[in-house]
């Protein structure tokens, strides 16, 4: 069965085009042209991803993609917003609404359809958080392959992700929470906790968005 891709934009143009180039990439397409729309299209159609415009009539993308996540049948829908907007502050709220990543535009369909098959491939990841448990006291992780010793930032740090799965957590509320407001750190501190979390639990586990953070899988 074809995954469900719904495009939602209020030019009709760009819904017809970016659906003819997805169509061909053997994707089942719907559209819809404002947030209204989005979310009583998703709710019948229960689309695997939802590409979406953020500026649009009646409800904006982000007010579409917070009501989205409301509904408990779509929290595996992957949400990913396709605007003209780059400023970086609109790109964070993106994320805290829950979208699970962010375009700008202008963007090649060449550019589009492999950025599309690339997300759609998260959706069947190797492993996910379902296979993981956390012993708080010991300050384990247990996997199918056997019980990791983390040390206490490395530990907190998936705990903070775990807590709320699939949501973005941005490198600036990892630090607050982590470390504290008063200390400063330095971004390749982050980095190489979550690398040496990766080498041991693997590398699907923790998903990057670039420039923003970081989230923990949930199927």
Not at 187 to 203: F, N, P
């Amino acid at each position: 069965m074809a995954q469900r891709i719904l495009i939602v934009d209020d030019e009709a143009d760009i819904r017809e085009f970016i659906s003819y180039n997805l169509r061909r990439e053997g994707y089942d397409v719907y559209t819809a042209s404002d947030g209204e729309q989005a979310v009583a299209a998703a709710i019948e159609l229960r689309p695997h991803l939802i590409l979406m415009d953020m500026m649009m009539p009646k409800m904006d993308g982000r007010q579409a993609c917070e009501a989205v996540r409301r509904v408990p049948e779509l929290r595996d829908t992957m949400i990913v917003f396709l605007s003209a907007v780059q400023e970086e502050q609109c790109q964070i709220e993106s994320y805290e609404a829950g979208a699970d990543d962010y375009i700008t535009k202008p963007v090649s369909m060449r550019v589009l359809c492999s950025r599309v098959a690339a997300i759609m491939k998260r959706l069947t990841p190797t492993e996910s958080i379902s296979s993981l448990q956390l012993d708080e006291a010991r300050r384990v992780v247990i996997t199918p392959q056997g019980e990791f010793s983390l040390p206490r930032k490395e530990f907190e740090i998936l705990q903070l992700l775990y807590s709320e799965p699939n949501r973005v957590f941005t490198r600036e509320e990892i630090f607050r929470q982590i470390w504290g407001g008063e200390v400063v750190v330095g971004d390749r501190t982050l980095d190489v906790h979550i690398r040496r979390l990766r080498r041991k639990l693997g590398d699907d586990i923790i998903i990057t968005h670039k420039g923003v953070g970081f989230k923990i899988w949930s199927l």
